[in-house]
């Protein structure tokens, strides 16, 4: 569709030529000598740009955008004058003139102040709708974090705080516990949200391939590099780089990894060329990192860089108080997908369900739910469509010793680690059986209580 010009001047030779000069342009063109009529036209029937001299009888240029920019802000206008001064250009620009002509001006002047204006109004309408789109398309992306709980209210709060900075972000917590969901929250609060998002198992990337994965190749660096291939910090330019599991990662690659972290540069593999990446890294394990430090097994500089913000997840089983909301939301997903339904349950199920540790966690509900559903197929779920796995049988029971009844949960449970952890002589694994739980998840409690041999003064295992 072509564009509509008004155009307003009370010197009528000039205004007849600027009219012909637009026309000669393709421009459909309303012209004016008395700028209040011209108010009322264009409030009524709005132009694709209004092109105003600013002295005149009645209503001054910078009077009629004025009342422009309160009835119509979005409709652009060129400003003319041949009474040029610092104040009245500043006044044009404030009250949002797109441009400013100095009377007497070439006929091609002009006509190429209209073009741009047109064309840059053109492309703000074009970007207006896209972000539009875009925002749409990120609401449909955005993950969901469900939960109520005071644990999951400050998890919340930080995604919020953090979300939109730049920072490199470590996110800690068990297996199952939704770190990759975080990340995305992460990522599509941030200001590279329409920029890709790449998740990366670090420990399902062979210890050879590593480099090559991450930072791509030339062709014939290597047998079989048959031609150039890009990394994932190239394909993930200006987006998110989610390194998940990074705990697990070899000190080789950890070194590797380190110098991307401090200068943002890497090199492909064969290459001598330096490139740079703008990403944003978020990473994520189930280890304490601090831990593994101080066992040899990451590098603390590494850990630094990780650890400019923390984000620590909560096992499933410190936030009970969320489990109808996830079961909720988890039986109406998986009747979507497997087509079943509609189901509900019982507050008998409801406290089953709440009965059980999860050491799974997320994870391990969902999975137990949608095993439910798919044989289900519909009605009322109760106990019977959900076996919980029995708990564990056989571990050791912790050394009898009274504790005080004034203790809080908390203090019980970090007296509870210790005591574990002197029995076994600060061995994590056999401190994890005599607790009843995981590996991982004792990494986790230590972090939590911040217990470490040297704040305790315990020997090494």
Known sequence: MGHRIVLIDDEGRLLRALKRALESEGYEVSDFLDPTQALLQIISKPPSLVVSDIRMPGLSGLDLLSRLKEKVPEIPCILMTAYSSVETAVAAVRLGARDYLLKPFEIGDFKSAVGRVLSSNSNQIQNQNLNQNQKQNLDDRSPKIIGKSPAMRLVLELVNKISATDSTILIEGESGTGKELVARALHFGSGRATRPFLPVNCSAIPEGLFESELFGHIKGSFTGAFADKPGLFQLAEGGTLFLDEIGDLSLASQAKLLR????????????????????????????????????????????????????????????????????AFIIERFSRKHRRGPFNHTETLMRHLASYQWPGNIRELENLLERAIILKRTGELREEDIPLPQARAGAPEIPPGLLPLDRTMDQIEEELIVRALNTTGWNYSRAAELLGVTRQNLHYKLKKHDIRKDRLGEPEA
Not at 285 to 308: H, I, P
Request: contains cysteine; aromatic residues 6%.
């Open 260 to 327: 991307v972290f401090q200068d943002g540069s890497f090199r492909k593999v064969g290459d001598t060329r330096t490139l740079t990446a703008d990403v944003r890294i978020i990473a994520a394990t189930n280890r304490n990192l601090r831990e593994e430090v101080a066992d040899g097994r990451f590098r603390e500089d590494l850990c630094y860089r990780l650890s400019v913000m923390e984000v620590l997840l909560p096992p499933l089983r410190e936030r009970l108080e969320d489990l109808p909301e996830l079961v």
